[in-house]
């Protein structure tokens, strides 16, 4: 074969791999302008909360806290997102990390019921009673009927198995 030939041989094989490759794709959705445009308008870390939130219930801890550590790289105001970070740090028993976050939830979000319910679990969990009781006490104190902070209560006063 001269090398015209040649040449003209590899462009069509080239032509024909890049048409096997690019011709099943072609049959492929992508994301309608509609759909991009939702996932746009979304605020940052919105999706990395929800995503740490269905990792925390299924029980997957490390997965939670990686979502929840994107969310607040992206959205450091939201205290929604330290929130659920410190409570991975605590399942994960990071109580270190966690106080850290806890700070930071009240820095940007101020006292809460959630924020104290939060972290006197974390001072139960450590076995910090007297602190887990004075936390937990100011959330019932906000929120007499939340049932969470009732139930972190009664695991206070429960006796402890030793």
């Given at each position: 074969m001269n090398k015209?030939?040649?040449?003209m041989f590899v462009q069509r094989c080239a032509a024909m791999a890049l048409l096997t490759i690019v011709l099943p794709l072609a049959g492929c959705q992508s994301l309608g302008a509609d759909t991009a445009l939702?996932?746009?308008?979304?605020?940052?870390?919105v999706v990395e909360i929800s995503g740490g939130k269905e990792q925390f219930r299924a029980g997957n801890f490390g997965l939670a806290e990686a979502a929840f550590k994107r969310a607040v790289e992206l959205a450091p105001q939201n205290g929604e997102a330290w929130?659920?970070?410190a409570a991975c740090h605590d399942e994960l028993r990071r109580f270190?990390?966690?106080d850290r976050d806890y700070a930071q939830v009240q820095a940007v979000s101020g006292t809460s019921v959630a924020l104290l319910n939060n972290r006197g679990y974390s001072q139960f969990l450590r076995g910090?009673?007297?602190a887990a009781r004075a936390d937990l006490s100011a959330a019932r104190a906000l929120?007499?009927?939340n049932a969470a902070v009732q139930v972190?209560?009664?695991a206070l006063a429960a006796p402890r198995q030793r």
């Open positions: 015209d030939l040649k040449m939702s996932l746009a308008s979304e605020p940052p870390g929130l659920g970070l270190d990390l966690a910090n009673l007297a929120a007499p009927d972190n209560l009664k």
